[in-house]
């Protein structure tokens, strides 16, 4: 858990007093060659650098590791070669920094080249691939991340503001998987708020907690019924930051399920334990916010973050119950494994009375997305020209996302007998988008929107990968980060 210690460096590789230095490799043809920044390297080997790399089977494949001793050709004792895949690009370079990173546990201080092809994502990768969640662990086995990384980069002042940005936007990624990943034991609604609020507060962001009490005074229908079975009550928490000369007013809404029985419409026992992520979304826009506020966006950012724990009880909202969620709308209940939704749409229609110009909304809504699009891409909904922007942002950052559409036929499927809709249809087609559906009935009028499905690339349940480590990955917050960043500089 804690970050490396990260520099810009642009002392030569002869003379630098780290552990081990990391350069990149890229498939070629048959062979593959040395990535930009390594030829000082490759002189301390006489020019053998990739027959030796040959040697040891490197291929430049992705991701690829190898490890050279250096046998006293240079100060460091270590070269590490990773592959870059046939084309350096960002993303590239961010994994193969992120699977650098994670071969150099117990390393003190490691020098890596793979900055020389993109800085930014070189440290976004190093940040990320460094790390891990150990508040658990009675004793950290192994040894720990790298304690300091240097990038080979001039000091230059645009450096020194990329190395800034980049490190901020991997540690809000952080943020978010150490939320993910505290046990739902530990952050239920209240606890949630409070952790929110405390990094708000030292973040100089304006924090307002809706306690049940406060939520029943507000007709905040939705987020008290999916509450209302655990003995750890709801909230709502609105966290707001106006920057300087902020030009645009922005929303963000995230789902905080801090943990999803399905309640009374009980979820199979099989890996429930992984719904400690439901409230990834939350976590994003949390981190997103404090984001903004640390790199000064010159807009103004308000999170609506609903957070409810569905558990079965005897208190529990039942299939049947009508609820009056806040606006006024009724939604008849089918299913209470819905519950995003419905905490979701009062978060939606509160969020839409501060006027934004814009909403992003995000969630572990369905499993439908993971049926559809898999576990690495998120799908984007919403209203059609931003949307496609959203989309199209996170693809450029590689946190893989695709537009979908909000088929209108699906409307009349969430029609009810008794209630203004119902908040699920009858049939298991389109999932996915049937939940865009229901959201977008809450948002308001005319209003630009994207709702962000990652209820599959919100929580890596395998191994770790590139920069991703086991657990909640924090997507989607550099999406986030882009497409605030992209707002504060074209409108
Ligand atoms: N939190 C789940 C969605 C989910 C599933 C997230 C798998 C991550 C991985 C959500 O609350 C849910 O249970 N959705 C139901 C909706 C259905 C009842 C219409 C689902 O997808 O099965
Ligand atoms: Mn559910
Ligand atoms: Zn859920």
């Known amino acids: 858990m804690t970050a490396p210690k990260l520099a810009l460096s642009d002392t030569a590789v002869t003379e630098t007093t780290a552990d081990v230095v990391v350069i990149g490799t890229v498939q070629q043809g048959e062979g593959f060659a040395l990535a930009p920044g390594s030829d000082a390297v490759d002189e301390a080997f006489d020019g053998t650098l990739v027959d030796v790399l040959k040697t040891l089977g490197a291929t430049g494949k992705a991701e690829e590791v190898v490890k050279i001793p250096t046998l006293g050709r240079l100060p460091a004792g270590l070269v590490i070669a990773v592959g870059l895949g046939s084309e350096a690009t960002p993303e590239q370079v961010r994994r193969a920094s992120g699977a650098a990173t994670r071969a150099l546990t117990g390393v003190k201080r490691a020098l890596t080249y793979l900055s020389a092809v993109d800085l930014h994502a070189a ?14 662990k009675s004793s950290e086995n192994g040894d720990g991340s790298v304690a300091r990384v240097d990038l080979a980069a001039e000091g230059t002042k645009e450096n020194k503001a990329v190395l800034k940005a980049a490190t901020a936007i991997g540690e809000a990624v952080t943020t978010a998987r150490d939320f993910i990943n505290t046990p739902p034991n530990d952050l239920f609604p209240a606890s949630f708020a409070e952790r929110a609020a405390a990094l708000a507060s030292a973040a100089g962001v304006t924090v307002e907690i809706l306690d049940d009490k406060a939520l029943r005074k507000g007709g905040y229908g939705g987020i008290l019924g999916v509450g209302s079975g655990s003995s750890r009550l709801p909230r ?26 399905g309640g009374i419409s009980i979820k199979p026992a099989a890996n429930m334990d992984e719904m400690t992520s439901d409230m990834s979304g939350a976590a994003a826009v949390i981190a997103s916010v404090l984001l903004a506020a640390k790199l000064k966006y010159p807009l103004e950012v308000i999170a609506t973050v609903p957070i409810a724990e569905n558990m079965p009880s005897g208190t529990s909202y039942r299939p049947g119950d009508v609820l009056t969620m806040y606006g006024g709308k009724t939604v008849e209940v089918l299913n209470t494994d819905a519950e995003g939704r419905l905490i979701l749409a009062d978060a939606i229609v509160r969020a839409g009375e501060d006027a934004p110009d814009y909403l992003i909304e995000t969630a572990t809504l369905t499993g439908a997305q993971v049926v559809a699009l898999g576990k690495r891409t998120a799908g984007v909904m919403g209203s059609d020209e931003f949307r496609d922007r959203v989309a199209s942002i996170a693809q450029a950052v590689g946190e893989h996302a695709w537009p979908m559409p909000l088929p209108d036929e699906l409307r009349s499927d969430l029609d009810s007998r008794v209630a203004d809709l119902a908040n699920v249809t009858g049939h298991r087609w389109g999932g996915m988008l049937a939940a865009g559906i229901f959201l977008r009935e809450f948002v308001a009028d005319g209003l630009q929107w994207a709702h962000i499905d990652v209820a599959g690339p919100a929580y890596n349940s395998a191994g770790p990968w590139g920069y991703t480590s086991r657990g909640g990955t924090g997507v989607p917050v550099r999406t986030i980060a882009a497409v605030l960043a992209d707002i504060a500089e074209n409108g």
């Open 236 to 261: 709502l928490v609105r966290l707001s930051y106006k920057g300087p000369k902020a030009s645009k007013k922005v929303a963000l809404v995230g789902k905080g399920i801090t943990f999803d029985t």
């Open 123 to 136: 440290v976004e990768g190093t940040v990320l691939g460094a790390y891990s969640f150990t508040k658990y």
